[in-house]
């Protein structure tokens, strides 16, 4: 979920609309919200630390903010004990060196009774060991790079001056931000043997978390939610929901949801690899597909209009959305495809809404994707059993299972999702 900045101008260029966004009555936001609350308490391990590994303070050029109590509100939201790594954003007052937001940073974490861990921002071009040296003695536990920001590439002698570092002194810690989609085959590969490497889930399309779970073991990687551009609720359902997805149990999700990321800053060892949980290779369902590909588009669209992002271009996403869920004959996730509606048709109405209200419909369009990318196809898809008269009646075989050995007992339930639900009517 993007927080959003949203200028209300009756001459926005949007494009045409399928439809007229339809209307949903008020309870009905309350009611996407709670059965999605619900479904989390369900995934959500018992009595396990919850630590996001990713989360923002300050300004960043983009026009974005968050300030300390607004994080530490985001926190409790998903649990009062809830604690979080954090580091600058790209601040407007970054030079010399990112000193000035280090030091508030590292103020804030100071101020947060223990909920907040502060990480150092560096630039590789400005002076970077120096910082780091300074922060580090200051009380910070690890340091956050961003290669596009500070304009750095793999190839940059800086850049593979770091990965040697982390090469050759293997209790050196890598967290690679955002499922590592700048190039995720390329870090699951070359670091395969590092010891101390973690993938942060901070990404808003779940099919790169899912994917890290065919690409690396499962106790390397760490739940974050890169707010304020999420918060931590929504990234922790999109987190756990492909966690089971991959066949998870609740002690294995407790190493995500905190478990990990807690022992790499208490220094202890990281529990032992095993290999990735899901076939780089699965079975889909074309509607869900179909479901996720339109989010998103719909979440390009909103952000490709600059910054700040405007949530209405992506109306259109929403709305092809819309049309699959009210296809008769989906081939199996009916009950999937109508609680995804029922989120959607709230965000339809909130992207034309208020500031904070645009923000909530990005919450629901990454929501709604989650859901689509990460239902369990070996609970919720048989194929069509041939008829007698057809050869492949005679040598027709179940489905592939993905997953199924991986899943003891783990079921993605749709115990709180809307019931007998009839998606609304476009005029």
Avoid at 290 to 316: E, K, N
Wanted: net charge negative.
């Amino acid at each position: 979920m993007s927080t959003v900045h949203v200028t209300r101008n009756a001459a926005r260029e949007t494009g045409p609309l399928l439809v007229k966004p339809s209307t949903v009555p008020e309870a009905s936001f309350e009611a996407a919200d709670t059965s999605v609350a619900a479904e989390l308490r369900d995934l959500m391990p018992c009595g396990g630390a919850i630590l996001d590994a990713h989360t923002h303070l300050g300004t960043d050029e983009d026009g974005h903010s968050l300030a300390l109590d607004r994080l530490i509100r985001y926190l409790d939201e998903v649990d009062p004990s809830a604690r979080a790594i954090v580091f600058p954003l790209h601040d407007p007052d970054r030079r010399p060196a990112y000193r000035v937001p280090n030091d508030r940073v590292l103020q804030s974490a100071a101020e947060s009774e223990g909920r907040l861990f502060a990480f150092c921002r560096l630039d590789p071009a400005d002076d970077p060991v120096a910082e780091a040296t300074r922060c580090l003695a200051l009380g910070a536990r690890g340091i956050k790079l961003h290669p596009r920001a500070q304009s750095f590439g793999f190839g940059d002698a800086a850049a593979d001056a770091i990965f040697q570092v982390a090469l050759r002194y293997p209790d050196v810690s890598l967290v690679l931000a955002h499922a590592a989609i700048a190039d995720q085959g390329m870090f699951a590969t070359v670091l395969a043997d590092h010891p101390r490497v973690v993938y942060d889930t901070s990404c808003f399309s779940t099919l790169d978390v899912v994917e890290l779970f065919a690409r690396v073991p499962a106790e390397r990687i760490v739940f974050g939610s890169d707010a304020p551009y999420g918060r931590p609720a929504a990234g922790l359902f999109q987190t756990m929901r492909a966690a089971a997805y991959a066949g998870l149990d609740q002690t294995e999700r407790a190493l995500i949801a905190g478990g990990t990321i807690t022992a790499l800053l208490d220094g202890r060892p990281l529990a032992a690899p095993t290999p990735p949980r899901l076939p780089q290779v699965r079975p889909t369902s074309g509607s869900l597909a179909r479901v996720t590909g339109y989010l998103l588009m719909s979440f390009a669209a909103a952000v490709s209009a600059g910054s700040p992002p405007d949530p209405a271009r992506g109306l259109i996403g929403i709305q092809l959305a819309r049309a699959v869920c009210r296809d008769p004959d989906p081939g199996g996730p009916q009950s999937a495809l109508a609680w995804i509606d029922t989120l959607l048709a709230a965000a339809e109405q909130l992207t034309l809404g208020t500031c904070a209200q645009a923000s909530h419909a990005f919450e629901l369009v990454m929501t709604a994707s989650a859901i689509a990318a990460t239902e369990p196809i070996d609970h919720a898809i048989q194929a069509p059993a041939p008829t007698p008269e057809t050869p492949e009646a005679q040598t027709h075989a179940p489905p592939h299972e993905p997953n199924s050995r991986n899943r003891p007992g783990v079921v993605l339930r749709p115990s709180h999702r809307p019931q007998n639900h009839r998606p609304a009517t476009h005029a």
